[in-house]
């Protein structure tokens, strides 16, 4: 019996080589096709200079051969950002990748990694510089705390998501000393925002937008990030604490608030502010609408170039007046406007004077259907970025 299994383990050993030379066999059949094999290093690294690198990415999966030729080309070497297509990056590739000196890292939407493929890269990776982990549902806390040992991280975005608590943030800002961008977009983990932004005074772009609502000290706690330029806030309902933080952020120079309760307080505080060039504004009452127009045909003439005044509830014609003044008067100075959500507002006559006024903007977003009036807009601005 014992002899028997003997020579059936042979026969299988056997078999296997048979197979094995049969692969071996038509592969290299297969290999008069594959451009690796058939150009020399130099044309294929040629090849590889054509074609833009988010494309690489999927080439790693062709074979061993593609994957190994492409690691070791020069121009790989010469990228300092990884940006990847979400379906196809997992753990195990993303393993691959540590091995390769990135410092800025996109792994927006890769729902494949979980905490394995993190910690495997801030391990590989300490001197990472940009992560962006938006949208990475299978993350877990764990992968949040091993980032506090990256310390040169510099921007960081975690948008939607929900896997951390306040703590967790603030152990990042208190060890990360250089970070200068951090994107709260619609995560939990924000009501302590205190806490978060103790040791981030270096902080010079926050985005805070439809996270879990912060108390009002939390957002008093935003005035001690003194060098931001950047500012998203999104349902605040304490309007003299808005104004107390636009007021106290002297270098502020764009500024997004949306679905936040309005007063007086609030526009003149942007107003007031010396360097503000953009502003982002959704949601808000007729009345501040029309206020907000008045003001940016003041005192603020000219120098806010990157305008949106969207979403005014309930307009009637005396907000569109306004907006024709305003088009007029302030219509050559701006570089993009935004005018979405206004559609008992946005008529021809509206799109005839952004046609007219706006003589150096490049963007320009409008709901309305397409008709005579807005392909005129577009023929008459070919350069310009227009959305109906």
């Known amino acids: 019996g014992r002899m028997g299994n003997e020579g059936s383990k042979r026969r299988s050993r056997k078999s296997g080589k048979e197979r094995n030379s049969q692969s071996e066999s038509n592969s290299s059949l297969f290999d008069v096709t594959d451009p690796f094999f058939v150009f020399p290093t130099d044309v294929t ?3 590889l200079g ?4 988010r494309y690489w990415i999927s080439f790693l999966g062709v074979s ?3 994957r190994t030729s492409i690691f070791e080309s020069n121009l790989w070497n010469t990228f300092d950002e ?7 990056l997992s753990d195990r590739q993303l393993t691959a990748f540590a091995q390769h000196p990135f410092v800025h890292w996109n792994l927006m939407f890769c729902n494949k990694i979980t905490d394995i493929g993190i910690k495997k ?6 001197d990472i510089v940009s992560l962006n982990l938006s949208h990475c549902r299978k993350i877990t806390e764990d992968s949040i705390k091993i980032l506090c040992k990256l310390p040169n991280l510099q921007h960081l975005n975690l948008d939607y998501l929900n896997c951390f608590q306040s703590q967790t943030l603030a152990s990042i800002t208190e060890k990360c000393q250089q970070l200068k961008t951090l994107s709260l977009h619609q995560c939990g983990g924000c009501k302590e925002l205190d806490t978060v932004l103790e040791h981030a005074t270096q902080l010079e772009s926050l985005n805070v937008g439809f996270c879990d609502q912060p108390v009002g000290c939390s957002i008093r706690s935003i005035s001690l990030c003194s060098h931001l330029v950047s500012l998203r806030l999104s349902q605040i309902d304490e309007p003299q604490v808005i104004a107390q933080v636009i007021a106290s952020l002297s270098e502020l120079r764009e500024l997004t608030l949306a679905s936040c309760t309005w007063d007086p307080a609030i526009v003149q505080s942007i107003e007031d502010s010396p360097h503000l060039t953009n502003l982002y504004v959704s949601f808000v009452s007729e009345d501040i609408g029309v206020s907000l127009f008045e003001m940016l045909m003041g005192k603020k003439l000219g120098k806010i170039t990157n305008i949106q005044i969207a979403g005014v509830l309930e307009p009637t014609r005396i907000l569109r007046s306004t907006i024709l003044r305003y088009l007029s008067i302030a219509g050559p100075t701006l570089l993009s406007l935004n005018l979405d959500h206004l559609p008992d507002v946005m008529d021809a006559g509206i799109v005839e004077a952004i046609d007219i006024n706006c003589t150096n903007v490049k963007e320009i977003s409008i709901v309305k259907d397409p008709s005579e009036d807005t392909r005129k807009l577009q023929a008459n601005h070919p350069h310009c970025k227009i959305s109906f």
């Open 45 to 47: 690294k040629t090849i």
């Open 50 to 53: 054509f074609i833009e690198r």
């Open 64 to 66: 061993r051969r593609w």
């Open 82 to 88: 990884c940006i990847v297509k979400p379906w196809v």
């Open 121 to 126: 890269l801030v391990k590989a990776h300490r």
